[in-house]
C-alpha cells in the first residue's frame, strides 16, 4: 500500500515539564502515590510498561516504518501517523513516555 497516513484524535493529559524540587517516585514510595502533591506526581505513580515492550532497537523493522506528525501534544489535538509498509494489516500501539516507576512509558 505504500504511505499510509491516519489520523487519530488522541485525548491525552499532555506532557508537562516542570522542575519539581520533590523526588520522582518509585515503586517503594508507596506514600508519595497514596497523596500526590500534584498532577505530575500522580501521572509518574501510573504503573509503566518495560522497555521489552516499547522500545526499538536501531530502526526497528525495516517492512514497516512510521512516525507521529509532532513530537509533543496538548489534550484533545489530533495527531497524525504516517506508516509506510507493504501490508494492509498493522496494529499501533501509542505510549506515553515518561517515568512511571523507572519504566519509561506506559500503554
Not at 522500545?55 to 509533543?72: H, L, V
Request: charged share 20%; hydrophobic share 35%.
Amino acid at each position: 500500500l505504500g504511505a499510509q497516513k491516519l489520523a487519530l484524535s488522541v485525548l491525552c493529559l499532555g506532557l508537562a515539564v516542570a522542575l519539581n524540587p520533590e523526588p520522582l517516585p518509585t515503586t517503594s514510595d508507596s506514600e508519595v502515590c497514596k497523596n500526590p502533591i500534584n498532577h505530575i506526581v500522580r501521572e509518574n505513580c501510573l504503573k509503566g510498561a518495560p522497555s521489552s515492550q516499547w522500545d526499538i532497537n536501531g530502526a526497528g523493522d525495516w517492512s514497516i516504518q512510521g512516525f507521529a506528525s509532532d513530537i509533543s501534544y496538548a489534550p484533545g489535538e489530533q495527531v497524525e501517523f504516517y506508516v509506510k509498509t507493504d501490508s494492509d494489516k498493522y496494529r499501533l500501539d501509542i505510549f506515553r513516555m515518561g517515568y512511571y516507576q523507572g519504566h519509561g512509558a506506559r500503554l
